[in-house]
């Protein structure tokens, strides 16, 4: 069945870091892909979707690229703020059944000042 | 915009009660999520709602758990004889048409002692 593997359950780095949080995905359908982030005590946001294989996504200094041939979706940011921790999730949603959106178990991300 | 609007909360039952949680979501918006979040599981899609009609309740536990949306402007999901298993935040979530971008409410917490 598809699936989103996050292997990292928590990251911790200093402010100025580079960050990746690794995604793998997989379907047999034509994804488009997300990337969430959960503030503490709120629900999770949209940070950024790509929907075309190869193409690549970026908000807030974040990118994501849609890589087709290894399945990956990895999130990166060149230097990490303060305020830049909070959980986030890559998600799912396959064109084939395309109201349900599944989600990884989400990186809990922490920079220190 | 008020954003979706989830209340309680927080709520707290003793196991064998009943718990139910209340979903408000952005006006115009047609579609309906429901999740449950956990450390362990991340977030898990339990129902979904199109224009007040169910269309997949493939996540719901099926003995204890039942979700309706009587109009457009709220729906709820409905635990029967609540486990510690249950313990968990519970999140709404709505979009224009099918699952383009999700918007989440702030989630309730339930705890089951």
């Known amino acids: 069945g598809d699936s989103v593997i996050q292997m990292q359950g928590q990251v911790t780095l200093s402010e100025n870091d580079f960050l990746f949080i690794n995604c793998t995905y997989s379907?047999?359908?034509?994804?488009?892909l997300f990337w969430y982030v959960q503030y503490s005590g709120e629900g999770p946001q949209l940070l950024l979707q790509?929907?075309?294989?190869?193409n690549k996504g970026s908000s807030r200094g974040f990118e994501a690229t849609y890589d087709k041939g290894t399945t990956s979706f990895h999130l990166q940011k060149t230097s990490v703020q303060e305020i830049d921790s909070a959980v986030y999730y890559c998600?799912?949603?396959?064109?084939?059944?395309?109201?349900?959106?599944?989600f990884g178990k989400g990186t809990h991300l922490h920079v220190l000042p | 915009n008020a954003g979706v609007i989830q209340t309680p909360r927080h709520k707290v039952t003793g196991k064998g009660q009943e718990a139910t949680l209340w979903c408000e979501p952005i006006?115009?918006?047609?579609?309906v999520f429901w999740y449950r979040q956990t450390i362990v599981q991340g977030l898990e899609f339990l129902t979904y709602?199109?224009?007040?009609?169910?269309?997949?309740d493939s996540g719901m536990p099926k003995e204890r758990f039942s979700a309706q949306m009587p109009n457009q402007s709220h729906s709820t999901l409905k635990i029967q004889s609540t486990q510690p298993q249950d313990s968990a935040v519970y999140l709404c979530?709505?979009?224009?048409?099918?699952?383009?971008?999700?918007?989440f409410g702030s989630g309730t917490r339930l705890t089951v002692l």
């Open positions: 979530a709505s979009s224009w048409g099918g699952a383009e971008t999700l918007y």
């Open positions: 379907t047999t359908g034509y994804p488009t």
């Open positions: 790509v929907t075309t294989a190869n």
């Open positions: 998600a799912m949603r396959d064109d084939t059944n395309a109201y349900k959106v599944i």
């Open positions: 006006s115009g918006h047609s579609a």
């Open positions: 709602f199109r224009n007040q009609a169910p269309i997949d």
